[in-house]
């Protein structure tokens, strides 16, 4: 039976050196919720489902409270596993995924937008690459040079949606109906710009890996 001083001192120990946070599984699961609002987009893009887009209305509710949560653990932490500013900037550009993706659902009800086959096979595309950060961060804690090629996979799918994108707005500008080409631009940017962050992110990733090598 411990001696209540040592007890005591335990506290104090747990008090000046609280517990790390697990930072490999807060990214992770962070990234799982990003995959979540990337899937209702998708479902909605694909088959203009009511309950997907609000399914991805209240994602960004979650979304967010993950997102607080991870930084306030990251700001009460003693120490941390991984480089304080690579867990800020993959928590902050995993968030701007999110916000991309209800800014694509919201300027599409805003302008009484419908998807197209452009937009349809950005945001597919989109799912690649989340869904490759996804693994990534899965395996970043135990095998972190497992992650390395799931961190390539997500840089390729931006590739892709670049070329998608450059290809959209060669077509839409081939016609004369001036303003649903503005409608439609804002759309595929901000899919575009979806894909920027998918990079961003993985770039991160690649960070930590060469870190913990």
């Known amino acids: 039976m411990s001696s209540p001083k040592l007890s005591l001192a335990s506290r104090l120990f747990q008090r ?90 919201n300027e599409m009800e805003a302008l009484e937008l419908n998807p197209d086959s452009h937009s349809q096979a950005m945001v597919i595309e989109l799912q690649v690459g989340i869904k490759a950060l996804e693994r990534g961060f899965a395996v970043l804690g135990k095998h972190p040079s497992e992650a390395e090629q799931h961190a390539f996979a997500a840089r390729h799918s931006e590739r892709r949606i670049e070329k998608m994108y450059r290809k959209a707005i060669a077509d839409l500008f081939q016609g004369e109906d001036y303003l649903n080409m503005f409608k439609q631009r804002e759309l595929y940017r901000h899919l575009s710009n979806a894909a920027d962050k998918v990079h961003a992110t993985a770039n991160v990733l690649e960070d930590i890996i060469v870190k913990l090598g």
Request: glycine share 2%; hydrophobic share 40%.
């Open 16 to 105: 000046i050196f609280p517990k790390t946070a697990d930072f490999y599984l807060l990214l992770h699961q962070q990234c799982q919720q990003v995959c979540v609002t990337v899937d209702n987009l998708v479902r909605f893009m694909v088959s203009e489902s009511v309950a997907a887009g609000k399914m991805l209305k209240e994602d960004e509710h979650e979304a967010d409270r993950i997102r607080i949560h991870n930084l306030h653990e990251l700001n009460s932490s003693f120490a941390t596993p991984i480089d304080r500013e690579d867990i800020y900037r993959a928590i902050a550009s995993m968030d701007s995924i999110v916000t991309y993706c209800k800014s694509t659902y």
